[in-house]
């Protein structure tokens, strides 16, 4: 069994967000692939910590293990409001590009019907001085 469990770490593989969190902080990666409170989600987390205080009264925030389950809500608590704001911003970057894109394409239509509309107003002025100089200069024949 503990063959099986050695092969198996062994031929983990790990994500370049691992790696690089690894070459960051080895030690911190090291607590949250091992250590078993890093693996616990927030429910059971804030369990302990009221199981702690009901334990140790006062001197619970001074305990080791309740400073880790704090500082664990916190991070994740970051984590959770940095993935909120990066989603919020997404959206807002997404509502902008089609904003942009619909106001581009208005304009471009726009920009079309003007140069048709110069393009028209052209021809009528070449063939109005066209017919001018066939009644100035009639053409002999």
């Known amino acids: 069994m ?18 690089a969190e690894f070459e960051y902080c080895p030690l911190v990666w090291w607590h949250e692939q091992f250590e078993p409170l890093a693996q616990q989600d927030n429910e059971e987390l804030f369990a302990r910590l009221v199981e702690l205080e009901h334990e140790h009264d006062s001197q619970a925030p001074a305990l080791p293990e309740y400073q880790v389950i704090e500082h664990l809500l916190l991070r994740k608590g970051a984590f959770d409001q940095g993935q909120q704001e990066h989603l919020e911003h997404a959206e807002e970057v997404e509502e902008a590009i089609e904003e942009r894109s619909s106001v581009t394409v208005t304009g471009r239509g726009r920009k079309l019907v003007l140069l048709i509309v110069v393009v028209v107003i052209l021809a009528l002025l070449l063939i109005g001085a066209a017919l001018l100089l066939l009644i100035r200069y009639p053409v002999a024949g």
């Open 2 to 19: 503990q063959q099986r469990k050695q092969l198996q770490s062994r031929d983990r593989f790990f994500t370049a967000s691992e790696v």
